[in-house]
Structure formats: C-alpha cells, structure tokens
C-alpha cells in the first residue's frame, strides 16, 4: 500500500516587482480570462463571486505598475458597456496560460519523483 496516496500538489504562480508588490498570479489571471469570455467586467465578477470595486481597483494598480492597459471599455449607454483586454492584456494572459501550462509539467513529473523517492 503507498502511504502517500492521499498527497496531491497544489502551487500558485505570480510575479510581483523588484520591491515584492504582487503583479499578476493565478487569481488575476483566471479574472483577465473571465473578463475576455464575458465581454464585461461586471459579469466576469458576479460569475466569480467577487466585488466589482476591489477588482476594478487591483486591475488599475497592475496598469500602473506594468506601464500598459489590461482593459479596453466601454461606457453604458442604452446597448450596455463592456470590457475587453487589450492586445497587450491578451499577450500576457496567453502568455501566461503557455507558462502555466509548462509548470503544470513540471510540477506532475516532480510530485512523481518525490513520490517515488517516498516510497522507496
């Protein structure tokens, strides 16, 4: 029987500034996603449970700090606003699901090793 069948991996990515300020990780890249298939920023929260305020904030404060917008708006009007990434948003998010991606890799085949070496 293997005593550590129960163990899984779990991790988070993020990337924060030279002076430790969080940019972007896992939850603000799973909200930049939401965002492009909602079309909006409003339903990419309500979908997620967040609060619209705190996530507009977080989003503008990631602008700042990387020097380029995430977001493309819209105001309402009578057909309704909306939010999109930019191209340079869409960049990043891709970018970041292909880095995600080769981690995810990396992470399964060293949980494996470790298990392993547990084992042994």
Known sequence: MNKF???QPEYKIWFSSPK?????GDGKWKILKKIEECGSLVGACEELGIT???TWNDLRKIEKMLGFNLLET???GQEGGST???P???RLVKSFDVFHQRMDKIMKKE???LLN????
């Open 5 to 7: 069948e129960n163990m």
């Open 20 to 24: 430790g300020e969080g940019i972007l």
């Open 52 to 54: 619209y305020r705190r």
């Open 74 to 76: 819209v105001r309402g």
């Open 84 to 86: 999109k990434l930019s």
């Open 88 to 90: 340079e948003g869409r």
């Open 111 to 113: 949980f494996e090793r």
């Open 117 to 120: 070496e547990l084992n042994t």
